[in-house]
């Protein structure tokens, strides 16, 4: 224990400071006050949303300056008339509080209340599969560009019943996504012979479960950036990482995205580039018909968005979307009193070509949701350990609604 401790300790003093950084939201009102968002590219690393290019008036901006652009910062939005708010006082402050420090090293009994490592959770994943071997299996279909493996969780009493599909961890440093594919996947199985409900929907679908896509990217949010997004792909430019959720097959490079290596939206230099990006798009297009619904847990924001948010278009079956997510929040808001809003991406959140939502409902997923989870920019990504459970709890009862309806239409 001492000794994972001292690892701990030297791993994080390795790791990208962000002492006296702050998030700030800002309030554009003009033409003006956009125009100078946009200029703070250089320096600034956006968090809603997540590129300069969508920054639209009347909406607010979260956005994180580093502590030596901070003070002209200030002095320019006083100058333009630009209200702000700091929203997160000092970055790295957040950071080391995110942990409650009663993390103890993985020897069997899991923690559902930390956040764990990618080597971490994929032990888990097979410790999982030998205590509940008759329902679930584990895959490691893929490997990642750094040799990771991708891991594929196949869950239920039957592994050919229809599918209803999950992931996790797109974005790297959205680490309460993982987390909850985590606790989600272990209420599953630890309460099957205990919990009707649970035992209904494991016993009518076939839950696939990605809970960890983007799993070089999240190994570098521990070992190096905690603020990283992207994969950790390098195409011969300066810049490293590709925007998974701009890399599928949904008007690729359009809209919301950027050609920019060094920007947190590229899109990469080919549709499906990434590796995690051709894991999920072959299993989507090699199971046509047979996936019922399709989950993608980002954060932050406390939205459920349904597609299209490649374009200002609507789904053809927009009103059940619409219905669906209503009944998923008000469930959800009944367990912790927490507030989601709803609607098609173009609209709840802003464009953003090639997102893995799009992509599923063009190719045959009639039922897809990207759920922002917890919180609304008091944490931001940066969500305390403490709130793991809670959004857990809350977010369990919000998928049971979608996967009840699912198994209302077999
Ligand atoms: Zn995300």
Request: hydrophobic fraction near 35%.
């Amino acid at each position: 224990m001492k000794l994972f401790l001292v690892f701990t300790l030297a791993t994080l003093a390795f790791a990208k400071r962000f002492d006296g950084d702050q998030v700030l939201t800002l309030h554009p009102t003009s033409s003006e006050h956009v125009i100078t968002i946009n200029e703070m590219e250089e320096f600034a690393d956006f968090w809603r949303p997540d590129s300069p290019s969508l920054v639209r008036e009347g909406s607010p901006v979260d956005v994180r300056i580093p502590r030596e652009y901070l003070f002209k910062t200030k002095r320019v939005l006083a100058a333009i008339n630009m209200d702000f708010e700091v929203k997160v006082n000092d970055v790295q402050d957040t950071i080391d509080h995110q942990f409650t420090g009663t993390k103890t090293p993985y020897a069997g009994a899991y923690d559902y209340d930390v956040y764990h490592t990618d080597v971490e959770i994929e032990s888990w994943a097979f410790d999982m599969q030998s205590q509940y071997s008759s329902l679930l299996k584990v895959e490691t279909p893929t490997k990642s560009e750094e040799n990771r493996n991708i891991v594929r969780l196949t869950m239920g009493s039957s592994q050919n019943n229809p599918i209803f599909l999950i992931d996790c961890g797109i974005h790297a440093r959205e680490w309460i996504s993982p987390a909850f594919c985590q606790c989600f996947v272990n209420r599953m199985l630890s309460q099957y012979n205990t919990d009707a409900n649970v035992r209904s929907m494991m016993d009518a679908l076939t839950f696939v479960i990605y809970p960890l896509l983007n799993v070089d990217g999240y190994a570098y949010t521990w070992s190096d950036d905690r603020m990283w997004r992207k994969t950790r792909s390098n195409y011969g430019t300066v810049c490293t990482g590709v925007d998974p959720n701009r890399n599928f097959d949904a008007e690729w490079s359009g809209p919301g995205s950027s050609s920019n290596p060094c920007s947190d939206t590229y899109y990469g230099p080919e549709v499906a580039s990434e590796q995690l990006s051709k894991e999920l798009s072959n299993f989507v297009l090699s199971h046509t018909g047979e996936i019922q619904a399709y989950l993608t847990f980002h954060s932050y924001g406390q939205v459920y968005i349904y597609p299209y948010s490649d374009a200002v278009k609507d789904v053809d079956n927009k009103q059940e979307h619409n219905d669906i997510a209503i009944a998923s929040a008000a469930a959800l808001e009944a367990v912790h009193r927490k507030q989601y809003t709803y609607g098609p991406g173009y609209q709840s959140m802003y464009l953003a070509a090639g997102g893995s939502d799009d992509f599923s409902k063009d190719f045959g997923v009639p039922l897809v949701y990207t759920i922002e989870l917890r919180d609304t920019g008091r944490y931001g990504f940066i969500l305390p350990e403490s709130q793991i459970a809670p959004s857990c709890e809350e977010t369990y009862a919000a998928v049971d609604v979608i996967a009840q309806h699912v198994m209302t239409k077999l």
